[in-house]
């Protein structure tokens, strides 16, 4: 990430939502070395230099990085909710939608500007026998399964699944 927004595979590459994730998962991580949870302002200032400067660098990046999962946002080609690309003019799906909500849950900028419509897409895409599948109309299958499950618990919408099925 240049400050513009998500991070790419590699430089010059352009930002990719599944990159994102595992930069901001990874960063996550350093930010934490030698934290025991405590919240404590002592126990920050005893962490390694880097794991302080990585906590400073993922609270500088919050508000370019919500602008740009915002952008990633597809309303006008999809019929049922709002779906979320992995990049963008890239492919809409769960897998994108799981990537993007979790950046935004773990650095707290998880708003309604970025979800509002992601569970009717989201739930769309189960299919008859209780899986889901990519996208609406998809065949289920056990990632994309993980994917809407875990981001319609993170946006306390699990309910709305049918988990008869």
Not at 146 to 161: D, E, K, Q, R, V
């Amino acid at each position: 990430s240049r400050g513009g927004g998500g991070f790419g595979g590699g430089i010059s590459q352009m930002p990719h939502a599944a990159t994102t994730y595992a930069a901001v998962l990874s960063l996550c991580i350093l930010a934490t070395i030698g934290n025991n949870d405590n919240n404590d302002k002592e126990e920050h200032q005893q962490q390694p230099a880097f794991a302080r400067e990585t906590r400073q660098y993922l609270q500088d990046i919050r508000q370019p990085l919500l602008t740009w999962l915002i952008s990633l946002r597809e309303e006008e080609h999809t019929q049922s909710g709002v779906a979320i690309r992995m990049h963008h003019d890239g492919e809409t799906d769960v897998r994108a939608s799981y990537c993007v909500v979790t950046v935004a849950k773990l650095l707290g900028i998880l708003n309604t500007q970025l979800t509002n419509g992601l569970s009717d897409y989201i739930v769309c895409c189960q299919t008859y026998e209780g899986g889901f599948g990519g996208e609406p109309g998809s065949e289920a299958h056990g990632g994309y399964t993980f994917c809407a499950t875990a981001c319609l618990f993170l946006l306390g919408s699990l309910h709305m699944a049918d988990t008869d099925a």
